[in-house]
Nanobody, 124 residues
């Protein structure tokens, strides 16, 4: 059974930075494309970023491009999301997800496994 555990969320002022981590237990981490999604209250779960199984390719949503960076360490079975220049509109629960079939999936339904989420709150 594959389990994903996010950490690193918290409260930060606008303009600040946070780094989220997602550790994967079970399965073969290097088989998975790893994505980050976020969900604000009353809104749908939105794509944020994805990294290919090798780490050689990434894709970002337009809203975070240039501010967020996704990275992975296959030796540590962990994917990261470095978030810089945070804005109030980045406030959401952030989820990591794993997909064993697609190179760079951007749709939530493509993912096989999900973490429980970590809250990020940006105060303006």
């Amino acid at each position: 059974q594959v389990r994903l555990v996010e950490s690193g969320g918290g409260l930060v002022q606008a303009g600040g930075s946070l780094r989220l981590s997602c550790a994967v237990f079970g399965g073969t981490f290097s088989d998975y494309a790893m994505g980050w999604f976020r969900q604000a209250p009353g809104k749908e779960r939105d794509f944020v970023a994805v990294i290919s199984w090798s780490g050689g390719s990434t894709t970002y949503s337009d809203s975070v491009k240039g501010r967020f960076t996704i990275a992975r360490d296959n030796a540590k079975n962990t994917v990261y999301l470095q978030m810089n220049t945070l804005r109030a509109e980045d406030t959401a629960v952030y989820y990591c997800a794993a997909d064993a079939e697609s190179l760079l999936p951007t749709m939530a339904h493509e993912y096989d496994y999900w973490g429980q989420g970590t809250q990020v709150t940006v105060s303006s």
